[in-house]
């Protein structure tokens, strides 16, 4: 059996206490989780030894350079892509996607249409949104409320020939549904339309393989799966070649430097790579029942792939105790599947109401209890606008990663059992 509770000696964050001596329970990881001490390790030795900006002719440049490729190189295995030249960095997933959208406007044009979901993070709406003002026509694939899935059904009447673009979630940050990508994709390609994929909320529970997904984008934030704050995109070579980009005149007009305005966060992104790094070295000590799923991969690309497997298999366990604690407090309202059988279509993130309580008042509850969790809307302001909950203070968050414990969890859950009291 994975012991996962001994990596978390290697969080310093989790180490803390309050001034009752208390420990932290930080299940605020979908806003952005904790960060290992070899990722804390690899920031200061890149300020130390190797802070300089790109392409000069001296020492430390030149190892900004190889740090800066050594990342491509390490989230073009987390992704499964073809090569590093493919992964582009940003400020973080919003940026890159307004960057991208904005370059995708120019090869639109008025009457085209754009097919967005309901349940996406308002990063993969707002960009998008913003090509109104070119005549692109938005279109939305709305969710069933009952359990916060997709309509697939209704996908097929929304994409037609003047379908461009699709832009769909991995996975909701709201109420953690896992959407198909895959199938989405397919669909999308049928009309000749591209696909961009937010995998922000997925990326720290489960594999990624843009190869496999066929999506000619996919967009992260490093900060979600426990790196500094950097933004992540992956593209398909040759569209990032096809497309202009909005640059400056001097920047290389090659992808993936077209799309990486200004001088890039090189310390961020030397934590990012180390991230990747302990994220392989997990699928290691984690994951090695895994590695026969994984035949066709070798190398830190095998170890990513058991790792992330292994935390998805470790994190199911997580997403049904949670549910059942909190299903079992009077006047308690899940939103999202609850379905023991169906834990592989969700993340460890279970989003709820209670009937007493504002959700403001239930998470400054458990914040005096040294407990970090969200409430309002996470910027998932379709989802909650369809919920009903807008307006209303949104929902309450609780998002597990896998440094969570058993123990935190039924710590949460006595607070609002006394809460229901």
């Known amino acids: 059996?994975?012991?996962?509770?001994?990596?978390?000696?290697?969080?310093?964050?989790?180490?803390?206490?309050?001034?009752?001596?208390?420990?932290?329970?930080?299940?605020?990881?979908?806003?952005?989780?904790?960060?290992?001490?070899?990722?804390?390790?690899?920031?200061?030795?890149?300020?130390?030894?190797?802070?300089?900006?790109?392409?000069?002719?001296?020492?430390?440049?030149?190892?900004?350079?190889?740090?800066?490729?050594?990342?491509?190189?390490?989230?073009?295995?987390?992704?499964?892509?073809?090569?590093?030249?493919?992964?582009?960095?940003?400020?973080?997933?919003?940026?890159?996607?307004?960057?991208?959208?904005?370059?995708?406007?120019?090869?639109?044009?008025?009457?085209?249409?754009i097919v967005l979901t309901r349940l996406d993070h308002d990063a993969n709406v707002s960009p998008w949104l913003a090509l109104e003002e070119r005549g692109v026509k938005i279109r939305f694939l709305d969710f069933h409320p009952e359990d916060c899935t997709l309509h697939y059904e209704a996908l097929g009447d929304l994409l037609s020939a003047k379908t461009k673009l699709v832009a769909v979630g991995y996975a909701s940050n709201a109420v953690g549904t896992i959407n198909d990508v895959r199938r989405i994709v397919q669909m999308a390609q049928h009309v000749g339309?591209?696909?961009?994929?937010?995998?922000?909320?997925?990326?720290?529970?489960?594999?990624?393989?843009?190869?496999?997904?066929?999506?000619?984008?996919?967009?992260?934030?490093?900060?979600?799966?426990?790196?500094?704050?950097?933004?992540?995109?992956?593209?398909?070579?040759?569209?990032?070649?096809?497309?202009?980009?909005?640059?400056?005149?001097?920047?290389?007009?090659?992808?993936?430097?077209?799309?990486?305005?200004?001088?890039?966060?090189?310390?961020?992104?030397?934590?990012?790579?180390?991230?990747?790094?302990?994220?392989?070295?997990?699928?290691?000590?984690?994951?090695?029942?895994?590695?026969?799923?994984?035949?066709?991969?070798?190398?830190?690309?095998?170890?990513l792939k058991q790792a992330m497997t292994a935390i998805q298999n470790h994190e199911r366990h997580f997403s049904e105790k949670l549910l059942a604690g909190i299903r079992a407090i009077p006047g308690a309202q899940i939103f999202g599947i609850i379905d023991p059988a169906r834990l592989l279509e969700r993340t460890p993130t279970v989003s709820f109401r209670m009937q007493q309580y504002t959700p403001a008042v239930i998470a400054e509850r458990l914040g005096r209890e040294n407990i970090y969790v969200w409430d309002g809307n996470f910027y998932a302001l379709e989802v909650t606008t369809r919920l009903g909950v807008e307006g209303r203070g949104g929902i309450v968050r609780i998002g597990l990663v896998h440094y969570n414990t058993d123990e935190e969890i039924d710590r949460c859950v006595r607070v609002l059992e006394e809460m229901a009291r």
């Open 1 to 113: 059996m994975p012991n996962f509770s001994s990596l978390r000696a290697q969080f310093p964050a989790l180490q803390l206490r309050d001034a009752a001596g208390r420990p932290a329970v930080y299940f605020d990881g979908p806003g952005g989780t904790q960060v290992p001490q070899h990722v804390l390790d690899a920031v200061t030795d890149y300020l130390v030894k190797a802070n300089s900006n790109t392409h000069g002719a001296f020492s430390t440049s030149q190892k900004t350079d190889e740090v800066l490729h050594t990342a491509r190189e390490a989230m073009a295995d987390f992704f499964n892509a073809e090569a590093p030249q493919q992964i582009a960095f940003g400020a973080n997933m919003t940026t890159l996607t307004f960057h991208l959208s904005r370059s995708i406007g120019r090869t639109l044009q008025p009457g085209d249409e």
């Open 193 to 303: 339309a591209l696909t961009y994929i937010d995998a922000v909320h997925y990326a720290p529970h489960g594999p990624i393989d843009v190869q496999a997904l066929d999506c000619d984008f996919l967009v992260c934030s490093a900060y979600k799966f426990f790196g500094p704050h950097v933004g992540v995109l992956y593209g398909k070579q040759a569209v990032l070649d096809r497309l202009q980009a909005y640059k400056v005149r001097p920047q290389d007009g090659q992808p993936p430097y077209k799309f990486e305005t200004g001088t890039l966060n090189h310390e961020g992104i030397a934590g990012t790579a180390a991230a990747i790094d302990y994220l392989a070295e997990v699928g290691k000590t984690c994951g090695a029942e895994f590695a026969g799923r994984y035949k066709n991969f070798s190398g830190r690309r095998l170890h």
